[in-house]
């Protein structure tokens, strides 16, 4: 946060004592220090921005995408994973998201299509419940274009870690195409 939003924290005053037997009674400095406490918590608990600007690197809020275009799409080896996009995050809290499409030329027979977050390139993750793991078998119209969304990881990091969008597919006939969006926010 910009320091113009988030004031020093207050610092209790010097040689002040609390007056009364039960504390219940402050001197004037005390009475002031715990109204900047109160000013410097609500400081802290802002509402957001409202003028419908991007947040700066490292504030709360940031906002990273990654996209590969349909113009750009990587053809795909049925049943093999495939990078689509990554992002590179700094230390922090973020959670990280995507979508996938697979387009097939001709009349591709895809039966099955996956995609994932993870940290590992290409590679199907060992944890599924934990990478936004999503995937769905069945027999899709030939040649018709499938759209993937990838759940939610979420990334707590304390160095920069780049973070795949990987999507696999199985496919007979001609081939198929992939492309998409890796989304992240920093979350604190």
């Not at 113009?4 to 924290?9: E, G, K, N, S």
């Not at 010097?14 to 039960?22: F, L, R, Y």
């Not at 995609?115 to 018709?144: D, H, K, M, N, Q």
């Amino acid at each position: 946060m910009p320091d113009i939003l988030a004031p020093v924290r207050p610092t209790p005053p010097a040689n002040e004592a609390v007056i009364g037997p039960n504390g219940d009674r402050h001197s004037q400095a005390w009475t002031q220090y715990h109204k900047s406490v109160s000013d410097w918590i609500s400081a802290q608990n802002d509402k957001g921005a409202s003028d419908g600007s991007e947040a700066a690197a490292g504030d709360i809020g940031e906002f990273l995408t990654a996209s590969l275009a349909h113009g750009s799409a990587h053809p795909m080896t049925s049943g093999v994973p495939i990078d689509v996009a990554w992002l590179d995050l700094t230390a922090g809290d973020w959670d990280v998201w995507g979508n996938i499409v697979f387009f097939p030329s001709g009349a591709a027979t895809i039966s099955i299509i996956s995609g994932w977050v993870a940290p590992s390139s290409a590679t199907i993750p060992g944890a599924l419940e934990s990478e936004g793991y999503v995937t769905l078998r069945t027999a899709f119209t030939a040649g018709a274009v499938q759209g993937l969304p990838i759940g939610r990881v979420r990334l707590l990091t304390t160095t920069t870690q780049r973070m795949y969008l990987t999507g696999a597919a199985v496919f007979g006939a001609a081939g198929v195409d992939v492309f998409g969006t890796l989304n992240a926010r920093r979350q604190r």
